[in-house]
C-alpha cells in the first residue's frame, strides 16, 4: 500500500477570533512541552455498500467545512506559537488539512498481524513539525475501496489527550448536527497557572535511544482477560499481601505489562533491578482550583510507582498492582492539596525533578506509560458512524500507549522498546 498526498490547503475558522482573543497567554505546564512535538491518531471508517466515491468526495467537503466552524470554538487551534514569548498567536491563519489517496483496501489494512507501522504513520502529519507549523494538522486518506482514515495531530504545546479527545469529539458532532450542539471551550489555564522560571527543571530529557531501532508490539485485552487479571490481582485479598481495593482495568492491565517488563530486565541481567513506572494524570476535578471541566491545555501531571527489590523480593502481580495504586493515591492527595497555581508550580517542579534523577541513575529501569482511556476516542461520529478502530502512531522512544478498545471493556495496549528487550519481554508475557 502507498499513500500519496494531491492535496494541501489552510482551513481558517467561519468568524474572526475577536481582538480581546488574539493573545493567549500559554501556562507553566505548558512551558515545559517542545514546541515542536504533536500528539496525533488516526481514525478509521470502513465503507458500506451504499457508498461511492462521489459520496466520499462529499465527506471531505463536509469536513473541510464543519473544521472551519468549530475553530471558530477551538481558535487557538488556527493560531500559531510564538516561540519564546510565550502566547498564542490566535491570527486565524488556519489548520492545514491535506488529502491523499492510498492504494489497496482498508478491511487489508485493519486484519489483525497486517498493521503495518510504517504505513500507519503515512496516515497521519508528522510527530516532528517546523516550530512555525500550524497548530493543528488533519490528514484525510481514501483507500481504493472507498474506506476513510482520518489522522488528526495537533501540537503538544498547547493539547494534552483529553484536549485532543474532546476537539475531535466538538468537531464530529460540528460535522453531524452543528456546532450550535457544541459546549464550548475554556482556553484559560494561564489565568490559574500563569508562566513561570523554568531553568531548574529544563535539563530534563529523557534517556535517548541512539541508533536502536525501537520495536512495536500491539496487545489487546478484552474484557474477559481484564476479568481474569482482576480475580488474580484479589487471589490474596484477605491476605496481608494482597489489595486492600479495588483494582481498575487500568490498573491491572498497566500491572500485567509493567511485571512482564521488571521480569524480562532481570532475565536479561540475571537479577532484579530497581523499576520505575511512571504514568500521566489528568489534574481536572482533582484540585481545589476552580478549573472548568472544560477547560483546554496541558493540565497534567505525573504519577510514579517504584519497585526497589530486596533478597526477599517477589513479583506477583497483586504486588504490582499496589505499587501503582500507591503511586496513583499519592500523587491525587498532592493535586487535591493544590489551592493556587504556585502549588500545581511546586507539584510539577517537584515531577520533573525527581524524573531527571531518575533518568539520570543508569541502574534504574524507567518504563514510561500514558493511557487513552475513558476518552470519548469511538465517539468520533463525523456523520457516517463510529470509527471501526482509532490507533496512535509510532514513536521512535520506548514507552507504553493504554486505550479502550471499540466495544468499551477491553484496552489495546502498545509496547515500544528496544529490540532486545523485545525479545526478553515477548517471552514473559506467557510466563504471568
Not at 101 to 108: D, H, I, N, Y
Not at 197 to 203: N, P, V
Not at 265 to 283: K, Y
Not at 400 to 415: H, P, Q, S
Amino acid at each position: 500500500m502507498k499513500v500519496q498526498i494531491f492535496s494541501r490547503k489552510l482551513i481558517t475558522p467561519s468568524s474572526t477570533t475577536p481582538n480581546s482573543l488574539q493573545k493567549l497567554p500559554i501556562s507553566c505546564l505548558d512551558q515545559i512541552l517542545p514546541s515542536n512535538f504533536y500528539t496525533s491518531c488516526i481514525f478509521y471508517y470502513p465503507v458500506s455498500g451504499e457508498e461511492d466515491g462521489v459520496h466520499t468526495a462529499e465527506k471531505s467537503e463536509q469536513l473541510q467545512k464543519s473544521l472551519s466552524e468549530i475553530l471558530t470554538l477551538y481558535y487557538p487551534l488556527g493560531g500559531r506559537y510564538m516561540k519564546g514569548n510565550l502566547f498564542i498567536d490566535c491570527n486565524d491563519n488556519g489548520a492545514e488539512y491535506l488529502e491523499a489517496k492510498v492504494s489497496g483496501c482498508l478491511s487489508e489494512f485493519l486484519k489483525e498481524g497486517e498493521l503495518q507501522t510504517e504505513l500507519r504513520n503515512h496516515l497521519a502529519p508528522p510527530v516532528i513539525q517546523p516550530d512555525s507549523s500550524p497548530l493543528l494538522i488533519v490528514q484525510f486518506n481514501l483507500f481504493e475501496c472507498g474506506g476513510l482514515a482520518i489522522g488528526i495531530s495537533l501540537s503538544h504545546k498547547i493539547v494534552d489527550g483529553f484536549t485532543l479527545f474532546t476537539f475531535v469529539d466538538a468537531w464530529a458532532t460540528t460535522c453531524r448536527i452543528g456546532v450550535d450542539k457544541v459546549r464550548p471551550p475554556t482556553f484559560q489555564l494561564a489565568s490559574f497557572c500563569p508562566p513561570k522560571e523554568l531553568s531548574a527543571i529544563k535539563a530534563f530529557v529523557p534517556r535517548s535511544e541512539g541508533d536502536n531501532k525501537i520495536f512495536e508490539k500491539r496487545i489487546v485485552f478484552n474484557g474477559a482477560a481484564i476479568s481474569n487479571l482482576k480475580a488474580v490481582a484479589n487471589d490474596n485479598v484477605n491476605g496481608p499481601a494482597g489489595p486492600k481495593f479495588e483494582p481498575t482495568r487500568l490498573q491491572v492491565v498497566t500491572a500485567f505489562i509493567w511485571r512482564a517488563l521488571i521480569r524480562a530486565s532481570q532475565a536479561r541481567n540475571g537479577c532484579l533491578s530497581p523499576s520505575f513506572q511512571t504514568q500521566i494524570v489528568d489534574m481536572r476535578r482533582r484540585t481545589a482550583l476552580p478549573v472548568p471541566e472544560n477547560m483546554c491545555g496541558n493540565f497534567g501531571t505525573m504519577s510514579i510507582a517504584q519497585f526497589i527489590p530486596d533478597d526477599d523480593s517477589t513479583v506477583q502481580l497483586h504486588d504490582v498492582v499496589n505499587w501503582i495504586h500507591e503511586g496513583m493515591s499519592s500523587t491525587i492527595s498532592e493535586c487535591a492539596k493544590a489551592s493556587n497555581g504556585d502549588d500545581i508550580f511546586s507539584i510539577l517542579t517537584k515531577k520533573m525533578l525527581k524524573m531527571k534523577e531518575i533518568f539520570e541513575t543508569t541502574e534504574i529501569d524507567v518504563h514510561m506509560f500514558n493511557s487513552w482511556c475513558r476518552f470519548p476516542t469511538y465517539e468520533a461520529d463525523f456523520g457516517w458512524g463510529r470509527p471501526e478502530w482509532v490507533s496512535n502512531v509510532y514513536l521512535p522512544m520506548e514507552g507504553v500507549l493504554l486505550l479502550d478498545n471499540k466495544d468499551g471493556d477491553g484496552i489495546e495496549a502498545w509496547v515500544r522498546l528496544k529490540e532486545n528487550r523485545m525479545l526478553d519481554f515477548q517471552e514473559m508475557l506467557d510466563l504471568v
